[in-house]
């Protein structure tokens, strides 16, 4: 069988956008399914890591083609926002405007109609059995809705964010006629798919009140953080976030918390040291100001994946944010996948009741407190440090495996099976 993957982001790409179908396209051939990838030429992302370069396979077919983007001209090139971290992209100024009312879904719907003209050509001479788009951008799919009502070849659409109700969609003021336009192009791939795929139950059950199937595979981790050891554990108490930080998951009552116990504990004020490992956001770095915590915070920046991997592995205690934002019980973060096998505890702020907890309580690896509960969050910081002072903070992980990417991409290979037998 042979599928056409149909996504943005692909290697160089750096960040989590890239993981889950280099890795899906990593495994495919090994359940008898051939992936071929189609990407976009002359890539302008917002940050690039060479090092997964190395992870495509050897033998896999990639098409390319060139892309015109408005972003070239309102963001990253001219603006030079990547020098300063896409975590400041979204923050519903004139160019969050511009971008969220004129470009719809995304900027890359420019991109829409000469890939359905060079992708109609290729499937000419080309026997694919089924086609696949990934989002966001969630243009990607109307490529992939134009082809298959062209084609009547299978069609999977794949979730890993949400479409109207992206958290951050807020931030661009749209117009109401925006969200409308949004919501029925929405209903619209959810309907004329054969099935979406998506990240989480939460995520599944809304998309299954429109779509007629919808199956769940979650992100995951990969033999690249389970083959990297660490040497050591930081010896100072060491609280560790990797990843994007944005506005929406700004921890403020968190911060609050390390700062009296800061005022309460001169040995924890000595011995704390919050280290942020990606793009941090203005408001974050100013709440840490704020709370009088920047001689105990370490701003790393970007990091290639390795790097990240290595991190995670020595932190004392790895943070986890999940936006504080309507419907965030669906938000499973990539980096939670690759946290639960670094074999550190991990503090989630989220949702109670989401798809995290659920994730941390069946393998044993952290727990969640909620965003604003102030009370809980200082007993577990202070009993996460006694535990450090001890000797004793560590973690028994269990039930891992079952989101390690080869895995996930047995059961994706399943999936493409069943809508061609």
């Known amino acids: 069988m042979k599928v056409l993957i149909i996504t943005y982001y692909w290697p160089p790409a750096g960040g989590s956008g890239v993981q889950r179908w280099l890795k899906f396209a990593k495994y495919l051939k090994a359940y008898g399914v051939e992936p071929i990838i189609y990407t976009i030429d002359n890539p302008n992302y917002p940050k690039t890591d060479d090092s997964l370069l190395k992870e495509i396979p050897k033998d896999i077919m990639v098409l390319k083609k060139s892309i015109w983007e408005p972003t070239d001209l309102l963001f990253w090139k001219k603006n030079k926002i990547d020098d300063k971290g896409i975590s400041n992209v979204s923050k519903g100024g004139l160019l969050s405007f511009i971008r969220g009312n004129f470009f719809i879904p995304d900027p890359k719907i420019f991109w829409v109609k000469p890939s359905v003209k060079f992708l109609q050509s290729f499937l000419k001479s080309s026997e694919i059995d089924v086609i696949i788009s990934t989002g966001p951008p969630h243009s990607m799919h109307l490529i992939a809705q134009k082809l298959h009502q062209k084609s009547k070849i299978k069609w999977i659409a794949d979730f890993r964010d949400p479409w109207s109700d992206l958290y951050y969609n807020k931030d661009f003021n749209q117009f109401s006629f925006t969200k409308k336009r949004n919501r029925k192009l929405e209903k619209s791939v959810l309907q004329s798919s054969d099935c979406i795929l998506t990240v989480s139950n939460t995520l599944k059950n809304e998309f299954s009140k429109i779509a007629n199937r919808v199956e769940v595979i979650t992100n995951g981790f990969d033999n690249e953080v389970l083959s990297l050891k660490p040497n050591f554990l930081d010896n100072e108490f060491s609280i560790s976030y990797i990843g994007l930080l944005p506005q929406q998951s700004n921890p403020k009552t968190f911060l609050n918390v390390l700062k009296e ?90 949702p109670t009741q989401g798809d995290v907890s659920k ?63």
Do not use: M, W
């Open 261 to 350: 116990i800061c005022l309460e504990n001169t040995a924890f004020k000595k011995d704390l040291r919050l280290n942020l490992i990606g793009d941090i956001s203005d408001e974050v770095k100013r709440e840490i100001e704020n709370n009088n915590l920047i001689e105990n915070s370490n701003f790393i920046g970007y990091v290639h994946h390795q790097k990240a991997i290595k991190y995670q592995k020595k932190a004392q205690v790895l943070l986890l944010l999940i936006p504080n934002v309507e419907k965030s019980e669906g938000i499973l973060t990539g980096k939670l996948f690759e946290y639960l096998t670094a074999n550190r505890p991990i503090l989630a702020l989220a």
């Open 359 to 421: 994730v941390l309580k069946d393998t044993n690896t952290g727990e969640v407190i909620h965003f604003d509960d102030k009370v809980n969050l200082k007993t577990k910081v202070l009993e996460l440090y006694q535990q450090y002072k001890s000797g004793k903070l560590v973690v028994k992980s269990n039930n891992i495996q079952q989101f390690h990417r080869k895995e996930l991409t047995k059961q994706l290979a399943t999936i493409i099976k069943s809508l061609h037998s």
